[in-house]
């Protein structure tokens, strides 16, 4: 008996950036929209717009518009005239998606259902070890971002929280010098809400810096510290 092998049929595929309703849900950021990203075998431009108003599948996603300044430009992989192949280009296309997905979250979108944000905080502390503080300092604190509720963050580290696996969720150092919350001490420009967790790292780096200039002895927001420190002249 003849053995016979089938291949997929390749389909070229687009990644667009297609605006869904209002009523559908919040959005992380007031003046930027709900938007889904998805790999679709609709040309952005008329036959996209078309699929867009008569296609039952994007009634049933809520969509309402596209974004055509939040997909990748005309030549870019995906873009209008360079579109990816599927099943061929599976991975790239999943890579592709990946990283729209993000750059969108970062300019502050609502991606795919994502309400993901993050914040900085500031913790006052004990001086370590129980010695007496030192003559120069203007106290000590721990900096710190969660995409928690900041209040869960805080009791997390306060009461020594751990998972049902028993792995820490808190700070030793924070948990074991733990005075209280200082929110009044950070600048105004670190209590924005920040829409990726690379821009909420560099700025929690950016808090240690800013008040270990202030006099103060720092612990965490050491992620980012060193390059931070290289980037603004200041390494040793």
């Known amino acids: 008996m003849a053995l016979h092998s089938y291949s997929a ?68 992989p995906g873009g209008r005239d360079s579109p990816l192949l599927r099943p061929t280009q599976r991975d790239l296309i999943k890579a592709a998606e990946k990283a729209l997905r993000q750059r969108l979250q970062c300019d502050g979108y609502t991606v795919n259902g994502d309400l993901t944000v993050w914040h900085l905080y500031v913790i006052e502390l004990t001086p370590p070890g129980g010695q007496a503080p030192q003559p120069a300092a203007a106290g000590y604190l721990y900096v710190g971002q969660t995409s928690q509720p900041l ?52 700025a929690e780096a950016d808090l240690r810096i800013a008040l270990e200039s202030s006099g103060y002895v720092v612990e965490g927001g050491t992620e980012q510290l060193a390059q931070r420190r290289q980037d603004l002249g200041l390494a040793e």
């Open 151 to 202: 209040e869960d963050r805080i009791r997390q580290h306060r009461e020594g929280h751990h998972n049902v696996r028993g792995h820490r969720l808190h700070s030793q150092t924070c948990h074991r010098r733990f005075v209280q919350p200082r929110f009044d001490l950070m600048p105004e420009d670190f209590t924005q809400t920040f829409f990726c967790q690379q821009d909420a790292l560099t």
């Open 9 to 76: 049929d390749v389909q070229k595929v687009w990644l667009c950036v297609l605006k869904t309703s209002d009523l559908v849900g919040p959005r992380r950021h007031p003046e930027r929209p709900r938007v889904v990203v998805k790999a679709l075998t609709k040309r952005p431009g008329l036959e996209l717009d078309r699929w867009v108003k008569i296609s039952p599948r994007a009634r049933r996603m809520r969509v309402v518009n596209v974004v055509y300044e939040a997909m990748p430009g005309p030549s870019q």
